[in-house]
């Protein structure tokens, strides 16, 4: 990957919220949270919102043909939407320059480290360090499934 790319993190996306709170309590450490725990604080804290607002979401992994996007436990990829959640959040977005994000792997096995970039107002991709490429397609007229 490109290293004039800028890089942030899901972690990063803490850091309005712990300055906030700077001097009146300490900030946890959540890099030693389960994932479970850290997706549901970042639910809690309303990092979904935005991603929530673009509708529903279709996705293709290597080419194939768009499916329904389920994040879950039991498919080991809401990864996927804290970063895309993330990507969304930002400038970077919003002003169509791709930007190398960092996630803790719900697997468990190191980080997910992907390079976003916006494809259209309602399609969005990333590709892995492997040079696979995955498209996420909004669907507006439709409720997020998120």
Known sequence: MNMDIPKISVYSRYGFCDRMGD????????YEWSFDKLYQDW???GFFNELRKQGYITVSYAGNPFIDYVPSAENNNRHQVLTLALFLDTNYY???VPVIIT?????????FVVKY??????????TTQSYNIVR?????YNPSQI
């Open 23 to 30: 001097g009146f309590v300490d900030p946890p450490n959540r």
């Open 43 to 45: 639910n809690s804290h």
């Open 94 to 96: 919003k002003n169509n």
């Open 103 to 111: 996630s803790p792997h719900e697997s468990g096995d190191g980080n």
């Open 117 to 126: 970039q916006r494809v259209s107002d309602n399609e969005i991709m990333y």
């Open 136 to 140: 996420f397609h909004f669907d507006s």
